[in-house]
């Protein structure tokens, strides 16, 4: 077969991150500690240059490359834009973080971005082998970048946690893969698809490897109870890298949900929706009341995440393009809530303080209102308080699924959003009602003052103005 280099193209944003991710690598080992900004400066210009190179590239329409091992579709540019401008944010607001810490080095750029390469592979993934060759590629990123801080004991030891679950979960994905494979003889999700429409759920192998790829997405998204990992590894990990954990791979994952659940295994609609049900129920109740107990901030937002996980489930489960719309809505919009949460606590953290614990929040409208305000914005929009983008990306999930007639579940959600809303407004009055405990100063760049505030703001003007996002995730599943 003779190879058409045309075929480049659609591919041409991995093959751009993966190049300059190298020239990132080399140039650094040149490079003296004070000079290191230099490295952050090609991490960011490589990062802005590949949302470019998939503008330019971007045809519309699907394209299938590679044998079928690859797809270039509307979906997968929206969602590979979103995550190459958040992993900016996630990169801007924690140069400071490691700068305080000693840890300002290339490793954990190139680290990122290796993880942001494995989140473009999962995106485009159009067969189970290429899936899974970028999951590892995003995993293997994650464990080495959460143990980063050699010091921290508690770093290593939620690294040990996340790389052992982790596996177990890659290995359950993986049997489910090769059950898959045997009923169907095939592992790219057109040809898995016709041959599950044809022989249905008689086949007992395939009904056991459904059940194993939905473990693997569950443990991905840190559903409940595959969770074990989430609320660990957000406790010890640097919260640098738990601005990265917490936010773009939740794209990716619903990437990989997408092209798994819906792509390769549409037909079984009503088989896996059963199980994403219960993951989905599970996950809001178990997060949102366990959130409630916690002291610890990124504790806190550990469950947060758990539960806004179950939101995004079920609008993948309303199996309709209403709720694909609204389930990529809701992680795109999470994504944002999350880097300007953690942005915020690594604002409050100096040199040998990590704003951690609620108590650190103490009035800290005495100490900067706008930033508290931000805050205020950024926690409204979790708990679903409107007019912010949080209450409109629950409400169109709760909306498709009470448009297939599964009321009683969107009434599920809304209780359990209503008992998450208590931990959310709580750290508003700690901010505005009870005295400070620290009156330092915030100490920040002005680069990254301007990031979070237009993190926060963007809370309320995404809110008021949902329409564009909307349409443009819409568009996807058009």
């Known amino acids: 077969m003779q190879f058409d280099t045309s075929n480049l193209i659609p591919v041409l944003p ?129 464990y080495a970048l959460v143990a980063f801080d050699r010091d921290s004991i508690g770093g290593s030891e939620a690294a040990m946690k996340y790389f052992v679950l982790g596996a177990l979960a890659s290995g359950m994905l993986l049997y489910g893969i090769s059950m898959i494979y045997g009923a169907t003889g095939a592992i790219e999700f057109g040809t898995v698809a016709k041959a599950v429409a044809a022989s249905g759920m008689d086949d007992l192998v395939l009904v056991f490897g459904v ?38 791979p939740k794209m990716a994952a619903f990437a990989m949900a997408m092209r798994l659940l819906v792509d390769g295994m549409g037909s079984l609609h009503g088989d896996w929706q059963g199980m994403l049900v219960i993951l989905a129920v599970l996950s809001m109740g178990l997060g949102n009341l366990v959130a409630i107990a916690q002291a610890n901030i990124k504790r806190m937002l550990a ?80 708990a679903g308080v409107p007019p912010t983008v949080g209450f409109f990306a629950k409400l169109v999930v709760l909306q498709a699924v009470v448009d297939v007639d599964m009321t009683w579940l969107a009434l599920v959600g809304v209780f359990f959003s209503i008992i998450g809303a208590f931990y959310y407004l709580r750290i508003v009055k700690l901010m505005y009602f009870d005295k400070p405990v ?3 100063p915030l100490s920040a760049s002005l680069d990254t003052r301007v990031a979070l505030s237009v993190n926060g703001l963007a809370m309320l003007v995404l809110g008021m103005f949902p329409g564009g996002l909307l349409t443009l995730c819409g568009s996807a599943f058009a």
């Open 211 to 248: 059940v194993f790829v939905v473990i693997g997405i569950a443990f991905k998204f840190g559903a409940v109870p595959f969770h074990m990992w989430a609320p660990d590894v957000y406790h010890g990990a640097p919260t640098a890298v738990v601005l990265l954990i917490s936010s773009a």
């Open 303 to 382: 469950y947060s995440t758990i539960s806004h996980v179950g939101f995004i489930l079920l609008g993948i489960l309303a199996g309709t393009s209403a709720g694909y719309t609204a389930a990529m809505f809701y992680s795109i919009v999470y994504a944002l809530m999350a880097i300007g949460a953690f942005g915020i606590v690594v604002l409050l953290s100096r040199r040998g303080f990590e704003a951690e614990n609620l108590e650190d929040y103490k009035g800290l409208h005495d100490r900067s209102p706008w930033f508290a305000a931000m805050m205020m914005l950024v926690m409204f929009s979790m």
């Open 14 to 142: 991995e093959i751009f991150l993966l190049t300059m991710t190298s020239v990132v690598l080399v140039t650094d080992l040149f490079l003296k500690q004070e000079q290191r900004m230099i490295s952050y400066g090609m991490v960011q210009v490589t990062l802005w240059l590949a949302v470019g190179v998939v503008l330019l590239t971007g045809q519309g329409e699907a394209r299938v490359l590679f044998d079928g091992s690859v797809i270039r579709d509307r979906m997968g540019d929206i969602l590979k834009i979103s995550i190459l401008v958040i992993t900016s944010g996630v990169f801007l607001y924690s140069r400071d973080y490691l700068r305080d810490r000693d840890l300002f080095k290339g490793e954990y750029y190139v680290l990122g971005l290796f993880a942001v390469l494995g989140m473009l592979v999962m995106v485009s993934a159009n067969g189970f082998l290429t899936l899974y060759l970028g999951l590892e590629l995003l995993a293997l990123s994650l």
């Open 438 to 440: 620290d009156e330092a």
